[in-house]
């Protein structure tokens, strides 16, 4: 019995690492929204984006949607391209992996002005590595981190199943 308290409480300790520095940023918010009055260069660099935070698109689907692109995509506002489309007005965006994503409004002129984010997204705090402060050029460090990122989410899963097993054994 000692053993499967010990085991629970590895879990909870675990649980509570890997959730604890996931946020979620409501695009524009405050004072703003996914609209065209909104600066979003200035909103995402007072930002700091870590993997497995939230970032949430909240719109009227009939005003404006999300594409994310390319940055050639970005640069432009090429709409011809995108990598994802959503358009439900309340959108969702796991930042999964270190990197840099791009996101604009396709409806017409609406990225020309402004309506265009771009999210760069650092390691998570729960990583044992420190972040690296490079800023843009730091597409150079995505391998390791991505690799770090994966035995996260395999360590989260591992936890579940002792979860699941001891669940199991005291029903
Ligand atoms: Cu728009």
């Not at 990122?149 to 395999?154: I, P």
Request: aromatic fraction near 8%; charged fraction near 10%; hydrophobic fraction near 40%.
């Amino acid at each position: 019995m000692a053993a499967t308290r010990t085991i629970l409480v590895a879990v909870a300790v675990m649980t509570v690492l890997s959730t604890a520095s996931a946020a979620v940023y409501n695009v524009g918010e405050p004072g703003g929204a996914w609209d065209l009055s909104t600066n979003y260069g200035t909103w995402a660099s007072s930002r700091n984006f870590q993997t497995n935070d939230q970032i949430v698109f909240k719109y009227s689907p009939q005003a404006h949607d999300v594409l994310e692109v390319s940055k050639a995509d970005y640069d432009s506002c090429s709409t011809a391209s995108p990598v994802t489309t959503l358009n439900s007005g309340n959108d969702v965006v796991t930042l999964t992996a270190t990197g840099t994503r791009y996101f604009i409004c396709g409806f017409p002129g609406h990225c020309a002005g402004g309506m265009k984010v771009k999210i760069d997204v650092m390691p998570g705090s729960s990583s044992s590595s420190p972040a690296p402060a490079s800023g843009p050029s730091a597409s150079n460090t995505a391998p390791p981190t991505l690799v770090s990122a994966a035995t996260n989410v395999e360590a989260m899963g591992f936890g579940l199943v002792v979860l699941l097993a001891v669940a199991g054994l005291m029903a």
